[in-house]
């Protein structure tokens, strides 16, 4: 009878932890401390903006040495300006060994490209409930530790407001779990990362 019990109490319990529904994503919170000490390496005079569109993301995985990346797109007067940052440091390195390399990306085509994103609903974009959703599917975010796919980061910030949207790779769940809520994330990353020549994932 007590082994019977025992066994009961556990199928319960592995039941419950099957049955999670509570997002165990990063929030903006954390993503935000962790992008701070890479702003602090760019000349504050880069930062002023009417308008701004950040794309932040890192090599992911295992790697020794950590590499994030950021897009810095930029509107002053009603003119653009694109830059590539990549900062790198050995993984468990402190923030004093950040190494920074920059790069303008001429292009005269960001008017338009800023119009594509308006149609992707860019301003509309909501990650809030992102985690729930790839939680309430089975796709909890310990299975994505090791894997080389990178967290993209969207900062949109005007001079009253600031807002951080997180999206695990939307190429991966959009293209090949057909997971509605990544489909705009996936086009927006895309059109940005097409700014330096790469694609998501």
């Not at 990549?86 to 303008?104: H, L, N, V, W, Y």
């Not at 994103?117 to 299975?143: A, H, P, Q, V, W």
């Amino acid at each position: 009878m007590k082994h019977f019990f025992l066994i009961l109490v556990l199928h319960f319990f592995i039941i419950s932890i099957n049955a999670q529904t509570t997002s165990s994503w990063p929030t903006e919170t954390r993503y935000k401390k962790h992008y701070y000490p890479f702003l602090s390496k760019i000349a504050s005079k880069q930062l002023e903006k009417d308008f701004q569109i950040r794309l932040w993301f890192n090599n992911g995985g295992l790697s020794k040495t950590s590499i994030t990346t950021l897009l810095l797109i930029t509107c002053i007067g009603k003119k653009w300006t694109a830059t590539h940052f990549t900062f790198t440091k050995p993984a468990r390195g402190s923030d004093t060994s950040i190494k920074t390399t920059q790069m303008e990306i001429l292009t005269a085509s960001l008017d338009s490209l800023y119009n594509q994103l308006l149609r992707d609903s860019l301003l509309t974009l909501n990650s809030e409930k992102i985690g729930t959703i790839l939680d309430s599917k089975g796709i909890y975010s310990y299975n994505w530790h090791d894997n080389p796919c990178p967290v993209y980061s969207i900062e949109i910030i005007t001079p009253t407001k600031q807002l951080m949207l997180n999206y695990p790779c939307p190429k991966s769940f959009y293209d090949e779990l057909k997971i509605e809520e990544f489909e705009k994330p996936n086009k927006i990353v895309t059109a940005l990362l097409s700014l330096i020549g790469r694609s998501p994932c």
